[in-house]
């Protein structure tokens, strides 16, 4: 139907641990205050990270990083084959981009409780909030 976004990936269980597994590869080298996956108009999950070094450094060498946290992480011969992160996979944001309050309203915090394929799942990030 026009105008309908087509439901191609749902958030399950094991995409939530890959993201939260990424998630703590990643926060060894970029600064990360929220991190939350969403489904785009396209029908594809995207794994953004809010980050305040946006700002600062900017999104190329947040990618950067990105990419040599990727190479380390992909390598390691996951059992996630049916989902691979790449770097079109991931975004990056400012805390001050009005994004991230879009993202909040469609807000979930309890990993694996009982969430909506449609809604946001955020990871929790203790001493962030």
Same mark, same amino acid.
């Given at each position: 139907?026009?105008?309908?976004?087509?439901?191609?990936?749902?958030?399950?269980?094991?995409?939530?641990?890959?993201?939260?597994?990424?998630?703590?590869?990643?926060?060894?080298?970029?600064?990360?205050?929220?991190?939350?996956?969403?489904?785009?108009?396209?029908?594809?999950?995207?794994?953004?990270?809010?980050?305040?070094?946006?700002?600062?450094?900017? %999104?190329?060498?947040? $990618?950067?990083?990105?990419? /040599? =946290?990727?190479? @380390?992480? *992909?390598?390691?011969?996951?059992?996630?084959?049916?989902?691979?992160?790449?770097?079109?996979?991931?975004?990056?944001?400012? %805390?001050?981009?009005? $994004?991230?309050?879009?993202? /909040? =309203?469609?807000? @979930?915090? *309890?990993?694996?409780?009982?969430?909506?394929?449609?809604?946001?799942?955020?990871?929790?990030?203790?001493?962030?909030?």
């Amino acid at each position: 139907m026009v105008g309908e976004t087509m439901l191609v990936e749902v958030i399950d269980e094991k995409i939530i641990r890959l993201g939260r597994e990424f998630l703590d590869q990643l926060r060894k080298r970029i600064l990360i205050q929220d991190a939350f996956w969403m489904t785009m108009d396209d029908g594809k999950l995207k794994l953004w990270f809010v980050s305040q070094q946006m700002d600062t450094v900017g %999104p190329i060498r947040l $990618f950067e990083k990105a990419q /040599k =946290t990727l190479d @380390r992480f *992909n390598a390691a011969n996951y059992p996630y084959s049916h989902f691979r992160l790449t770097l079109s996979r991931i975004g990056f944001l400012s %805390p001050s981009d009005p $994004f991230v309050n879009e993202a /909040k =309203t469609r807000r @979930r915090v *309890n990993e694996f409780a009982d969430f909506s394929v449609y809604d946001t799942f955020f990871y929790v990030i203790a001493g962030t909030h």
